[in-house]
């Protein structure tokens, strides 16, 4: 079955149905709507500054692997740190505190 | 108020000259990017982008060409911004479902009808739209400034930058384009 094709005189019509056509006008209070939208993005400039910062996946990505290697860096050097001298402190305590409870010093104790 | 002495209050920064050149341009804003963006909501945010654009940007206007030319230059630019933008984001629909990020529809109603085009003329300019959507980008830039906006090809020639022979050829083509894809679209439509 043969397609029907338009004709030329309707192609022509179609591409003429803009002649005439009148100008479109935004809506009643377009500078009021304009206004506030100037205000409010001027409000939120900061704000939004920082979020779509934020937002960006290589810059959240970074924060990832930064905080990861940070976590790596304080979990490997957990292991082989040295105790502080606090802990030092402690464990002479405690080493002369039981020297001091040994039978050691019940053995030589003087009986009135 | 000449364009001169409106460019020359809104370089002072003088509030009263935007309110006036928003309301003495809005149509013509309004209308420009309309004609590119096909939908109505569309072409209100774009628009106001435009008068932002340039309350920002008007120290930048040297005044080589006329103020209402570099007025539809930045409409122009900023509607096909807003297309490139649509286009991307409709290329990662598949993604995000049916709704974008901010819950719009991404998929714009078919039947775009400008509100200025006569009652009888309604159903063929509906077509007509379609297939203008169709056309390559400055075919479908020299077609919408001459056919929507009522330019003459020496004002579209200064719109675009070009030379009115080049205009005279893109709507040329345009027309020959428009042919073919309303043939097309008659076909598929039997």
Redesign the interface.
């Known amino acids: 079955m043969p397609?029907?094709?338009?004709t030329d005189q309707q192609?022509e019509?179609?591409?003429d149905?803009?002649?005439?056509?009148?100008?479109?006008?935004?809506?009643p209070f377009?500078?009021t709507?304009?206004q506030a939208?100037?205000a409010n993005?001027a409000d939120n400039s900061a704000w939004g500054r920082t979020i779509s910062l934020i937002s960006r996946p290589a810059v959240a990505f970074s924060v990832v692997v930064l905080f990861l290697l940070m976590n790596g860096y304080f979990l490997f050097n957990k292991f082989g740190q040295q105790p502080s001298p606090a802990e030092e402190t402690y464990q002479a305590l405690a080493v002369e505190y039981s020297e001091m409870n040994s039978p050691f010093y019940e053995v030589n104790q003087e009986t009135p | 108020m000449t364009d001169q002495q409106l460019v020359e209050a809104l370089k002072a920064g003088e509030e009263s000259a935007f309110?006036v050149l928003?309301?003495t341009r809005?149509?013509?804003v309004?209308?420009t990017v309309?004609g590119l963006v096909q939908n109505a909501e569309d072409?209100?945010d774009v628009?106001?982008e435009v008068?932002?654009k340039v309350?920002e940007s008007v120290r930048q206007f040297k005044g080589e060409s006329a103020f209402t030319t570099w007025l539809y230059r930045v409409a122009v630019t900023s509607a096909l911004e807003f297309l490139r933008k649509k286009k991307r984001k409709k290329r990662f629909a598949f993604l995000t479902s049916l709704f974008g990020e901010d819950q719009s529809p991404l998929h714009d109603p078919p039947d775009f009808v400008?509100?200025?085009?006569?009652l009888d003329?309604r159903e063929?300019?509906k077509?007509?739209f379609q297939a203008i959507q169709k056309l390559p980008e400055n075919q479908r830039i020299a077609f919408t400034l001459h056919?929507?906006?009522?330019l003459s090809y020496q004002e579209v020639a200064d719109v675009m930058p070009t030379t009115v022979a080049a205009v005279e050829s893109l709507i040329h083509r345009a027309?020959q384009n428009?042919?073919k894809i309303?043939?097309d679209y008659?076909?598929q439509e039997?």
Do not use: D, T, W
């Open positions: 397609k029907k094709r338009l192609v019509e179609i591409l149905s803009l002649s005439g056509m009148e100008k479109a006008e935004p809506r377009f500078y709507r304009l939208r100037m993005e | 309110r928003v309301e809005q149509g013509l309004y209308n309309l072409a209100e628009s106001q008068f932002i309350f400008h509100p200025g085009v006569q003329n063929k300019a077509v007509l056919k929507v906006e009522g027309r428009l042919k309303l043939q008659y076909k039997i």
